[in-house]
């Protein structure tokens, strides 16, 4: 602390030594200024009087003439402007001058003489003399500049002084710890209050911005009546809504009691049920409509796409229409599509499950999109090139890279399409029967193909007769309708036909028939390889089915089970054969009370669906007729080999 404090008092010494050594130079300065302003003055002076006697004494006077002269000092102004460092001093010096010394001039005795004025007679009465005139001087005006420079002045650095000179005494005071911990923390509490002032004020904003954000804005009934009918808005309703039924509609029971389990378990062993799990139908689509078609989605398990042809009480309404049902939104379709005609067959894509395929009363091949709107993203004109009856066949095959669509009309054409190119088809093949009575046309009103099988296929004709068609030459048969070999056993229109599933290939060949005749054959076919007879030869059916009463419209097999198949009829009766069990009797069967137009398995084959003329989708169970048995296909192929032998 002794050594801080001696070295404060040296400074102290050094700064009063600077002011002092500060002073004099100043009083020095003040010195210089005021000796070169006084020498300057009395230079100006003594120059002019020097000026003014020279100009006068250059006069020549008469030696003999005294004058008596009336004197006066001499005026003289003079202006001047100050003296200072950087500033100029312009004096201007007017000069008067009466004579009042005597000087030698000629005059005559008695007279006086003056400069520029006459002389009065003297009381003396001796004789008036006048002056001879004199002219005045001239002088003239100049201008001069006086420039003052000071002095430099000296500025002495000493390395021992670093600080200013004007730093307050109270300054260099020795702080005590306290003393600097005491401002420390001011300075400290001072930043912090700063802080959480900053901090309180942007909290504020921010609280207030939240407020407005969250303050209700309410709308005047013309922007709600506009929000209510513009078409986004409609759309995201429909949207978000779908979303939350699908999220509520859980078959759940959430009253279960596992105690029961067991017990419960023991009585659903009792066998084989067709139980009826949910109805789909909306008065905005369906009111009026019959069910045309059914197909579900190979990707999405949950859709079922439905067919329905014109309402005759609204023909404002489309003619036809696509519904596509979601069996967990169960009070409205996930999508629906419009059709220029009644829509009488609907398939769902192989190969994208976004498109969905239909075959319209009007001859047309419509293709919707569900990523797309409402109408038709492609369909085929109304020229002659196509179709220009109705379309109840249609058949997607090939593989994913390479895949066309067959149709077949009740004009006796069948045609393949490219699916991105409806313009017209790739290829047509028309199919005549010389043997017909009226016309050699052969009206088409079913098709499917074989499995595996992409260039053969049979179809079902409105004679009640099935026949071959090969899409392309081959050994021993021509393109086109073989009609050497029928399938003759129906009286009445076939209405649907339909091959076996790949289950196995022992029975790849087998497909059933439905007619109107109120009956349903089990048919196999006759290898597409082998060359076609040279005579008109009939082909009987494996067994025929005939425990209906009126119009069998539809029959599919199972996909999972070789032996079971499900038949729908005009009296609205669904049912379930399982030719392991019973050839002549269904093993379950469901009434809906109205006629059943179609019928279709999901892929899994646990549910089929089935519609009709009241515009209703059901869908029902099959219960343990979904799960296969390990002799299925032994039993089965046993059955088989009956019909055959």
């Known amino acids: 602390m002794d050594h ?3 070295e404060l008092e040296k400074k102290r010494a050094k700064l009063a030594e600077l002011r002092r050594q500060r002073e004099e130079r100043k009083r020095t300065v003040m010195q210089l200024r005021e000796q070169q302003s006084s020498a300057s003055s009395k230079i100006d002076s003594q120059d002019i009087n020097d000026l003014v006697n020279s100009l006068v004494g250059d006069r020549a006077r008469s030696p003999t003439s005294q004058l008596s002269t009336a004197s006066g000092t001499p005026g003289l102004s003079r202006e001047a402007s100050g003296v200072g460092r950087d500033r100029s001093i312009s004096s201007t010096t007017s000069v008067g001058t009466q004579i009042g010394s005597p000087v030698p001039r000629a005059a005559t005795p008695g007279s006086s003489a003056a400069l520029g004025t006459s002389t009065a007679p003297n009381s003396t009465g001796s004789n008036n003399m006048v002056a001879a005139p004199r002219a005045l001087p001239e002088f003239k005006t100049t201008e001069m500049t006086i420039f003052d420079f000071p002095p430099k002045e000296k500025i002495v650095y000493n390395k021992e002084v670093q600080t200013s000179e004007s730093i307050d005494a109270t300054d260099t005071v020795l702080l005590t710890e306290e003393e600097i911990e005491r401002r420390v923390k001011e300075i400290r509490d001072k930043d912090e209050k700063i802080r959480t002032t900053k901090e309180e004020e942007r909290a504020r904003r921010e609280a207030e911005t939240k407020a407005k954000e969250n303050e209700t804005k309410r709308l005047t009934e013309e922007q709600r009546g506009r929000i209510l009918e513009s078409g986004d808005f409609a759309s995201f309703v429909d949207q978000k809504s779908r ?9 759940y029971d959430f009253m279960v009691d596992y105690t029961l389990a067991a017990a419960k378990d023991a009585e659903d062993t009792g066998g084989e049920k067709l139980e009826l799990t949910l109805a789909f139908h909306d008065d905005k689509v369906s009111r009026n409509r019959s069910v045309m078609d059914l197909a579900w989605s190979s990707r999405f398990p949950e859709l079922v796409a439905a067919a329905y042809n014109r309402n005759p009480v609204a023909p404002n309404d489309p003619d036809g229409i696509v519904a596509i049902w979601n069996t967990h939104l169960r009070e409205r379709p996930e999508f629906v599509f419009y059709a220029p005609s009644d829509v009488l067959r609907v398939s769902f894509s192989e190969f994208n499950p976004n498109i969905i395929v239909g075959g319209a009363y009007s001859g047309q091949i419509l293709l919707w999109d569900t990523r797309s709107k409402a109408h038709p993203v492609l369909k085929t004109p109304l020229t002659a090139n196509g179709h220009t009856h109705p379309v109840y066949s249609l058949k997607v095959v090939g593989s994913t890279n390479a895949h066309q669509l067959i149709s077949a009309s009740t004009d006796g054409l069948v045609c393949s399409w490219q699916l991105d190119m409806l313009a017209q088809p790739q290829e047509v093949i028309e199919l005549a029967h010389p043997a017909h009575l009226r016309t050699d046309e052969v009206s088409v009103t079913c098709m499917d193909f074989a499995d595996n099988e992409t260039t053969a296929f049979i179809v079902g004709t409105a004679e009640g007769v099935a026949y071959q068609v090969n899409r392309y030459d081959r050994a021993g048969s021509k393109a086109g309708l073989n009609g050497f070999d029928a399938y003759r056993a129906h009286t009445a229109p076939i209405n649907s036909l339909n091959f076996h599933p790949p289950s196995s290939s022992e029975f790849a060949d087998l497909f059933l028939t439905t007619s109107s005749d109120w009956t349903m054959r089990l048919w196999r076919a006759r290898p597409a390889a082998k060359p076609a007879s040279t005579a008109p030869s009939d082909i009987s059916p ?10 069998v419209y539809d029959a599919r097999w199972s996909p999972v089970r070789p032996s079971v198949f499900a038949s729908a009829d005009g009296t609205g009766r669904l049912s379930l054969w399982n030719l392991n069990q019973n050839l002549e ?5 469901a009434a809906s009370g109205r006629s059943l137009n179609k019928l279709a398995w999901d892929r899994p084959g646990r549910r089929i669906a089935t ?3 009241d515009g209703t989708v059901y869908i029902y169970d099959v219960g343990d007729l979904s799960t296969p048995r390990a002799d299925d296909h032994s039993k ?3 059955v088989i080999s009956e019909f055959t032998g």
Do not use: C, S
Request: net charge negative; no cysteine; glycine share 6%.
């Open 4 to 6: 801080r404090r001696e």
């Open 243 to 251: 979303i939350m039924e699908r999220a509520i509609d859980e078959d």
């Open 542 to 551: 494996l067994h025929a089915f005939d425990a209906f009463e009126d119009y």
């Open 585 to 589: 009797l269904p093993v379950q069967t």
């Open 611 to 613: 519609g009709g003329v």
């Open 636 to 638: 089965f192929a046993h």
